[in-house]
């Protein structure tokens, strides 16, 4: 059984920082097809940030492209969301989502069968 632990939340203020961690236990994380996923209030969970088992290949959603990294640590088996100049209408929940499966649709939550319990993060202006 796959298990994901978020951290890294907080408050930031609109134009700045942060470094989501998402420690996985059960599986090694170069096994997992990995995704980032944000819930905001009053809003549907959307996919914002996925990468492939190996790391070779990221997917983001157009929302963030250009602003979020996302990287996996083999050795400390931990996946990371690198969230630069952020906007208040990045805030929201943030969880991490695995699956050991090759999928389709890297940024669909269908794909994707543990979950963290997320982490949140607020972004003033």
């Known amino acids: 059984q796959v298990q994901l632990v978020e951290s890294g939340g907080g408050t930031v203020q609109a134009g700045g920082s942060r470094r989501l961690s998402c420690a996985v236990s059960g599986a090694p994380v170069n096994s997992l097809r990995m995704g980032w996923f944000r819930q905001a209030p009053g809003k549907e969970r959307e996919g914002v940030a996925a990468?492939?088992?190996?790391?070779?290949?990221?997917t983001y959603a157009d929302s963030v492209k250009g602003r979020f990294t996302i990287s996996k640590d083999n050795a400390k088996n931990t996946l990371y969301l690198q969230m630069n100049t952020l906007k208040p209408e990045d805030t929201a929940m943030y969880y991490c989502a695995a699956d050991d499966r090759l999928g389709a649709h890297w940024l669909d939550l269908a794909e994707y069968t543990d979950w963290g319990q997320g982490t949140q993060v607020t972004v003033s202006s």
């Open positions: 990468i492939s088992t190996i790391g070779t290949t990221t």
